[in-house]
């Protein structure tokens, strides 16, 4: 199993991923708090994530990954009496329409997505413990955590007390015994949703929620938490604390990955600023695998630009990328060698040892803190390699040795990256054998100089969304893509 370094947000530096189980990885992502439409800059984590768990998987690791929904929030509550219905409905709508963005970008489905809403007993025990343990007070219903207590608070973003004071957002409340203690419970206010407990009617505040979820499915000490590095302080730095405090024994997380804000206009695209651009409006104009070249083309953990140009410039890789893929796969169909053809074992070598380097640039990149901006730039590579290579023979069977190894890198690490779309899938009821069959009469008829039937036979193919393409070693097909 190939050893993988990852920035760990709590010690500042690279570090070997050891996980707590050989062989295994347990992982949580903060997953959206549900009020609105997910935007695009929702992606960027949830991408991410999915890459690092198919990677995972790639070198052999079995992954058990925890994301989870906010359904339960002062916004949730706003949003759903301006509109006149139950909280609950306004945030299983937006979580519908989550989990079909997420179904859209062939994103792998998380083994468990909790939501605060079905959690509540599990939280109010977390808070019971933290109270028996001395680290929480209660005021007029109200429930908060001692911060001053917890002699390791701002471990994680590295900030002082001083600084925290001066930059955090903080809610005065003259019930608390410090400005950065933070509401483990909520008293209950008229027209808000609210849940019996020691203390009265109330809801979770939000911090609380993470801790009591990945610790009910993952266990203390689990692999990697990650989310967006806005996240860092306060929300992951509270987890931090009354997640230990509760346990007792530290960590709580062993490794802290967090994501680069996705930017308009170089400030972070948030609900709250209202500079978003909507989820599923962009996928609505590109194609899911054009949309996750795009986020991959960065390294996770750097701000990066939203700008339509660079998504134009994406589409184009991808379609360059798809066509590379689509060639091999044509080769390999129309591989019957000729009696009198010879092995061109030149290039069909260059192109084994362009395979075997492609794949192992690639898998350096990602055990290098998942490095997807360098791994994209080895299957590149390999597809001006391979396109070189395809169009000097005249012979698709003098390089098939090199054209399987070639597609199979293509299809393991594309697949790892999930950029590359379904080939096949849009053919299902046209017979590949019949297409080839069509381009054979369409070649004989261009010998004949039968230009009228040729043109028609590719034109007739357009129209099925087959595309035919001229060249030097005969005509090829692919499909053809919006």
């Known amino acids: 199993?190939?050893?993988?370094?990852?920035?760990?947000?709590?010690?500042?530096?690279?570090?070997?991923?050891?996980?707590?189980?050989?062989?295994?990885?347990?992982?949580?992502?903060?997953?959206?708090?549900?009020?609105?439409?997910?935007?695009?800059?929702?992606?960027?984590?949830?991408?991410?994530?999915?890459?690092?768990?198919?990677?995972?998987?790639?070198?052999?690791?079995?992954v058990f990954y925890v994301q989870n929904f906010t359904d339960v929030d002062d916004r949730i509550i706003q949003r759903a009496n301006e509109e006149g219905i139950p909280a609950s409905s306004l945030a299983q709508r937006y979580i519908d329409e989550y989990m079909q963005i997420s179904e859209r970008l062939k994103v792998r489905k998380a083994d468990v997505y909790p939501k605060v809403s079905e959690h509540i007993e599990d939280i109010i025990?977390?808070?019971?413990?933290?109270?028996?343990?001395?680290?929480?007070?209660?005021?007029?219903?109200?429930?908060?955590?001692?911060?001053?207590?917890?002699?390791?608070?701002?471990?994680?973003?590295?900030?002082?007390?001083?600084e925290m004071l001066a930059g955090a957002r903080i809610e005065v409340d003259p019930r608390k015994k410090s400005p950065l203690d933070f509401a483990l419970w909520k008293s209950a206010k008229p027209g808000e949703p609210s849940w019996e407990s020691p203390w009265g009617p109330g809801r979770p505040g939000w911090h609380i929620e993470c801790s009591a979820m990945s610790l009910k499915y993952l266990g203390n000490g689990f692999d990697i938490h990650g989310g967006g590095n806005d996240l860092i302080f306060p929300h992951h730095e509270n987890e931090i604390a009354q997640s230990e405090a509760f346990t007792g024994t530290p960590p709580f997380a062993r490794y802290w990955l967090h994501n680069g804000m996705l930017q308009l206009d170089e400030e972070k695209m948030s609900k709250s600023l209202g500079n978003i651009v909507r989820a599923t409006d962009v996928l609505d104009a590109y194609r899911p695998e054009v949309v996750r070249l795009f986020m991959l083309s960065v390294h996770y953990r750097s701000p990066q630009e939203y700008d339509r140009l660079k998504l134009e410039e994406a589409r184009k890789a991808q379609e360059k990328l798809q066509n590379v893929v689509e060639a091999l796969r044509h080769l390999l169909r129309e591989s019957?060698?000729?009696?009198?053809?010879?092995?061109?074992?030149?290039?069909?070598?260059?192109?084994?040892?362009a395979s075997q380097e492609a794949r192992q640039r690639f898998?350096?990149?990602?055990?290098?803190?998942?490095?997807?901006?360098?791994?994209?730039?080895?299957?590149?590579?390999?597809?001006?390699?391979?396109?070189?290579?395809?169009?000097?023979?005249?012979?698709?069977?003098?390089?098939?040795?090199?054209?399987?190894?070639a597609l199979q890198v293509f299809e393991e690490l594309g697949g790892v990256l999930g950029i590359l779309g379904e080939l096949d899938a849009a053919v299902d009821d046209i017979s590949a054998d019949l297409i080839s069959l069509l381009l054979e009469v369409r070649e004989e008829a261009r010998k004949n100089r039968n230009f009228h039937l040729a043109d028609k036979i590719r034109?007739?193919?357009?129209?099925?969304?087959?595309?035919?393409?001229?060249?030097?070693?005969?005509?090829?097909?692919k499909i053809a893509r919006s």
Request: aromatic letters at 8%.
């Open 336 to 353: 019957q060698p000729s009696p009198w053809a010879k092995p061109d074992v030149e290039r069909n070598d260059q192109l084994v040892q």
């Open 363 to 405: 898998e350096a990149a990602m055990c290098d803190d998942f490095n997807t901006a360098l791994a994209l730039s080895a299957l590149f590579d390999l597809a001006r390699k391979t396109n070189s290579i395809i169009n000097a023979v005249t012979e698709p069977a003098a390089i098939k040795e090199g054209a399987v190894k």
């Open 459 to 477: 034109d007739r193919l357009a129209d099925l969304g087959i595309k035919v393409e001229d060249t030097p070693s005969g005509p090829r097909w």
């Open 1 to 62: 199993m190939s050893r993988v370094r990852v920035h760990n947000t709590l010690t500042g530096r690279k570090e070997e991923l050891i996980t707590r189980q050989d062989g295994k990885v347990a992982i949580y992502l903060c997953g959206p708090t549900v009020y609105s439409n997910a935007h695009i800059g929702h992606l960027k984590p949830l991408i991410f994530m999915d890459v690092v768990v198919r990677y995972l998987e790639y070198i052999g690791y079995r």
């Open 125 to 162: 025990e977390m808070i019971q413990g933290l109270m028996g343990k001395g680290y929480a007070y209660q005021r007029d219903g109200d429930v908060f955590f001692d911060v001053e207590k917890f002699a390791d608070y701002g471990k994680l973003s590295g900030r002082k007390t001083d």
